[in-house]
């Protein structure tokens, strides 16, 4: 029974989750199209921004209902106490991000990027982390279809309204990124209209008690998720001012589709870590031996469904991508394989979060940051973007050895029964 509402979870939230990024893959045929490689690289380098400003906008406060939500605490106080403080620090970071814009706007030109990118990014990404929460407690509550349908409608109408704008009003990169704004509001305000109904958002007050439990958790985690950030986005950085802007849209488009395996190992990583934490909870043998066998397998899978995909490669530039963007389609295979060691990641990285070690996270995530660093500068001047993804494969690697020989470490699991056979 167990083992059904696992892969029924698993199921069920990969479903809903490659329904929701089918959508913007099968609107690469447009993007491709109406964008030129320089519209498409600005579109992406908005997204890449709003990533990294995920752990900075609310001090990655959001992440830590996931944790405490299995902890006794009254849910409705830490909820709102987690609202106000993304709040009031996201807001407080959008204002200031308009200062700079006075004196950057030289460099902006100079890379060809609009001025405005930065605050238009963080505006996203405030409205998005407040979806994020209702998500979140539907996520842990196995409330499978509300999060799906939530997840796609909001796709559903960002891409709606870019479609709209890019084909018809042929309104560039502006058309692009505008409505992803605009959706990020709209739903950002209906997602606080479900929480205070269901009576998360009734008193609107920060509660010390909670607010020190939730930072103490998330804020190491500011680094953690800014540097896992900047493992998988600064390739794009690296290539902007090495390369040129023209070469960030190419190698964007066969980075997207490398992230598929990335949608389908964050579904599985949704589902898995609320069984994974109940289960190191009941600190059982069995369930410990259980876990260390699907655990192998899922390992197996990642690597082999990489090699599958990779072979599509071909078959999807000649038929859904613009003549532009075809130089991209050989970084494919090395971004399939960093998403595959960033899915094994996940899945030692989560023996940290139960312990609430996530100092230690952070201290091997900024290793790690440092030495991709050094990997994009050396491997692009010698390889071109193909050096990029080469980089960002090395560093999913060295993170997952790291953390996997931590976790090993500070959480004793039968790693090897397989030598015991």
Same mark, same amino acid.
């Given at each position: 029974? &167990? ?111 609009? =001025? ?139 980075? &997207?589709?490398?992230?598929?395996? =990335? ?159």
């Amino acid at each position: 029974m &167990q083992n059904r509402g696992l892969i029924k979870n698993i199921s069920l939230f990969t479903f809903f989750n490659v329904l929701n990024s089918a959508i913007p893959f099968l609107l690469l045929p447009v993007l491709t199209k109406f964008l030129s490689p320089e519209d498409y690289a600005i579109v992406d380098v908005f997204y890449n921004i709003s990533l990294m400003a995920n752990p900075i906008i609310g001090l990655s406060i959001v992440q830590s209902i996931s944790r405490y939500y299995f902890e006794k605490i009254d849910l409705p106080k830490f909820i709102t106490t987690v609202f106000l403080i993304l709040c009031v620090v996201g807001l407080s970071i959008i204002v200031l991000s308009l200062f700079p814009l006075l004196f950057w706007t030289d460099i902006f030109k100079a890379l060809k990027l609009p =001025s405005t990118i930065v605050t238009l990014a963080l505006v996203y990404t405030l409205f998005s982390q407040i979806s994020e929460i209702l998500l979140t407690l539907w996520r842990v509550s196995y409330k499978t279809f509300r999060f799906g349908i939530f997840r796609v409608l909001k796709t559903l109408v960002d891409l709606g309204i870019s479609l709209f704008f890019i084909v018809s009003l042929e309104k560039g990169w502006e058309g692009r990124v505008g409505p992803q704004v605009f959706t990020a509001i709209l739903f950002g305000i209906i997602a606080i209209g479900f929480l205070y109904k269901k009576g998360f958002l009734a008193k609107l007050k920060i509660h010390n008690t909670y607010k020190k439990e939730a930072l103490s958790f998330s804020t190491p985690l500011i680094f953690h998720s800014l540097g896992s950030s900047i493992i998988g986005f600064s390739d794009r950085f690296f290539i902007l001012f090495i390369l040129g802007l023209s070469n960030v849209g190419v190698y964007s488009v066969g980075y &997207q589709i490398g992230m598929v395996l =990335s949608l389908i190992q964050n579904s599985f990583n949704q589902a898995w870590v609320p069984f994974f934490y109940g289960k190191l909870s009941d600190g059982k043998e069995p369930d410990k031996l259980r876990i260390v066998k699907i655990t192998y397998f899922y390992f197996g899978i990642l690597i082999v469904l990489a090699i599958i995909i990779s072979l599509c490669t071909p078959f999807i530039y000649e038929h859904f991508i613009g003549d532009s963007f075809v130089e991209g389609a050989n970084v494919v295979l090395w971004i399939l394989l960093g998403y595959a060691f960033q899915g094994m990641y996940k899945m030692a990285v989560n023996y940290l979060f139960f312990l609430k070690k996530t100092k230690l996270i952070t201290y091997c995530t900024l290793s790690t940051v440092f030495l991709n660093f050094v990997l994009n500068y050396w491997l692009i001047n010698i390889n071109g973007i193909l050096g990029a993804a080469q980089a960002t494969l090395i560093s999913f690697v060295v993170l997952f050895i790291v953390v996997f020989v931590m976790a090993k470490r500070y959480y004793k699991m039968p790693w090897g029964y397989l030598l015991k056979k």
